[in-house]
């Protein structure tokens, strides 16, 4: 009989006071009116006389030939800064007083010349395409100003700076600028209007919202809608549960959504299963509490679970309820929001990946595939009573069109097999078995019906086990060693 215990809280895995090695340092480095030496006319030159020029630099070139780009560049002038051409090459003497010297070198003796020249004056330099004559490197750059986010991999890897760049592209709508904007417009009246702390933070967290949803900024709309907002921040000693769902264990498959609850959360309760790699993205400050429950061992009591949470979101927190997979699916997330509205107790859910989900794409399955499956069902494997549920329809899940998973199925095996086989699925019926779905340590096995129980006993884990039935499953083998191959010519291609 498992037994009861409180919940804990749990300090976040960090040093204190502490920063990983960095490459070099990031810095934001403004150059509105300032002179900049850009030395060369190539297009290489032209493309970072460009970004200087955008940045509100007064760039003087000096080149005494423009390659056509250029030549174009300068005829339509820059969007912010202003372009000096100097038809002659560069001397020492106009180095001096610059922000920053860049060239272009067609050799190292000229990288070399150019580079002495610029420390001599004290001005940073960059050589083009050049390292050893560097003293600062050019990254990727996502723009969204006054939002810029720069991308460095210290030059070793270029092609993957690039990816990173456009990897962060897709996650940020193009209307972020227009909302960073007007951020600036507004920043005043919150500091006058607003307490610090609660009151400021649930401003700019709703704030966020409105211009992560993509939509564009017209001025009027966006300051009525902005009003709401302000008075809702006013108030902001009413808290709120926030239910996510972390996934089965892989901190990749958080959704966007979860990622900005655990980013604004207060307090978080979050379950055994929860890997650590999902609360190292959570807010640095929030507090983190154990409320873990697993099947026949000691556990929260829900009772207890559901007490604080109304308790954290009454003293006005917001509290993230952290589960597993997702909280709408085996996760008694009904039982802990008719226990919130009681209370008058805001609650939103943010759905997450069912573990069910997860295997399927791990084992490149699809468990309604319109050859052998017309229906899929999710079973829990355990009623209220610990034991295999009554109310199911074993009738229905013995029908061989449907593809079944078993969630925390460990226990109930024997009985799971027992139960499909009398009411007439075959023995020979496909299965898939898989622990720590979506995690390193997960484990499998695959074979028949009528050996499951074996096949889960063999499992040199105590994870939690999903039990997935139906013929969908028959060449499931196939498709991981085919994954499996694709996986090793990846990296073979890579190290290459």
């Not at 507004?186 to 919202?209: N, S």
């Not at 609850?261 to 154990?290: G, H, N, T, Y």
């Not at 008694?332 to 069910?356: C, D, K, N, Y």
């Not at 029908?399 to 020979?428: C, H, W």
């Amino acid at each position: 009989m498992p037994t009861s215990r409180k919940p804990a809280e749990v300090r976040p895995k960090r040093r204190a006071t502490r920063v990983e090695p960095l490459a070099s340092l990031p810095l934001f480095f403004p150059l509105e009116g300032r002179k900049v030496v850009l030395a060369g006319g190539t297009d290489a030159a032209a493309w970072k006389a460009e970004l200087l020029a955008a940045s509100g630099a007064e760039v003087h070139v000096f080149a005494e030939e423009l390659s056509e780009v250029f030549e174009t560049l300068l005829e339509r002038g820059s969007v912010k800064g202003r372009f000096v051409h100097h038809a002659r090459p560069w001397s020492v003497d106009v180095i001096s007083g610059a922000a920053l010297a860049i060239a272009d070198a067609p050799s190292d003796g000229a990288a070399q010349a150019f580079y002495c020249a610029a420390k001599a004056a004290g001005v940073p330099v960059n050589v083009i395409d050049n390292p050893p004559f560097c003293e600062f490197q050019f990254g990727s750059i996502v723009n969204r100003s006054p939002v810029v986010i720069g991308i460095s991999t210290n030059g070793v890897a270029p092609i993957l700076g690039q990816a990173i760049r456009r990897r962060i592209e897709t996650l940020l709508p193009t209307s972020l600028k227009d909302w960073a904007a007007l951020a600036g417009r507004v920043r005043a009246r919150v500091l006058e209007t607003l307490q610090p702390g609660a009151e400021r933070r649930r401003f700019w967290e709703r704030f966020t919202d409105m211009a992560f949803s993509g939509k564009a900024v017209a001025e009027e709309t966006a300051i009525c809608d902005l009003e709401g907002v302000f008075g809702e921040a006013a108030h902001a000693g009413q808290g709120r549960v926030t239910l996510v769902g972390a996934g089965p264990g892989d901190a990749e498959n958080l959704t966007l959504k979860a990622m900005r609850a655990l980013q604004s959360a207060d307090v978080i309760l979050f379950d055994d299963l929860v890997d650590d790699s999902v609360l190292e993205l959570a807010r640095r400050e929030a507090k983190r509490m154990l409320v873990g429950k697993r099947g026949g061992r000691e556990s929260c009591r829900q009772e207890d679970i559901n007490d604080m949470m109304v308790s954290l979101a009454s003293q006005g927190k917001h509290v993230v309820r952290l589960k597993s997979g997702d909280p709408m699916i085996f996760g008694r997330a009904g039982e802990e929001l008719e226990r919130l509205a009681m209370a008058g107790i805001p609650a939103s859910v943010v759905p997450g990946i069912t573990a069910a989900s997860a295997m399927a794409a791990e084992l490149g399955v699809s468990l309604t595939h319109r050859d052998h499956a017309q229906s899929v069902r999710f079973v829990t494997a355990h009623s209220r009573q610990g034991e295999l549920p009554g109310t199911v329809d074993w009738n229905g899940l013995a029908d061989p069109a449907t593809t079944t998973v078993f969630y925390m199925g460990r226990r109930m095996a024997s009985r799971i097999s027992e139960r499909l086989i009398a009411k007439g699925r075959q023995p020979n019926t496909p299965v898939r078995v898989m622990a720590n779905v979506s995690r390193q340590n997960s484990v499998s096995w695959s074979g028949v019906l009528f050996d499951l129980a074996d096949g889960v006993e063999s499992l040199a884990t105590d994870g939690p086990v999903l039990i997935a039935v139906g013929e969908v499953f028959a060449n499931v083998g196939q498709a991981a060693e085919a994954a499996s191959y694709h996986d090793t010519e990846l990296r073979a291609a890579a190290a290459n």
